[in-house]
């Protein structure tokens, strides 16, 4: 008798406002399923992405840029972005690279 193994899970992608989370996680689903723009803030509300394999699945959680809320606009996204931390399996934490390279030592 051979015992297949499915695994699954839920991963939420957190970042800075623009850092790529919408594109990374088209990439990872292999479509676009997020709108990617040089506008930050894009992203207002939660979108799910869904990667499948054989005998794997992945839910990503694209959420809004994670920043100091000066509206109730960005209130209302960053509860957002905070809410979509519970209830996933891990948190993916996306960072620009060039503004990570400038703080370098």
């Known amino acids: 008798m051979s015992e297949n193994k499915f695994r699954s899970g839920f991963v939420a992608i957190l970042g800075r406002p623009n850092v790529g989370k919408s594109s990374l996680m088209n990439r990872f689903?292999?479509?676009?399923?997020?709108?990617?723009?040089n506008h930050p803030q894009t992203t207002r509300n939660k979108l799910l992405g869904v990667a499948t394999g054989e005998d794997w699945?992945?839910?990503?959680?694209?959420?809004?840029?994670?920043?100091?809320?000066?509206?109730?606009?960005?209130?209302?996204?960053?509860?957002?972005?905070?809410?979509?931390?519970?209830?996933?399996?891990?948190?993916?934490?996306v960072v620009d690279g060039q503004s990570a390279r400038a703080t370098w030592p």
């Open 57 to 93: 699945q992945i839910v990503f959680v694209d959420t809004p840029g994670l920043h100091k809320p000066r509206t109730k606009l960005g209130e209302f996204m960053m509860k957002t972005a905070n809410d979509a931390k519970e209830g996933v399996d891990a948190v993916l934490c």
């Open 29 to 37: 689903v292999g479509e676009k399923v997020a709108i990617i723009s």
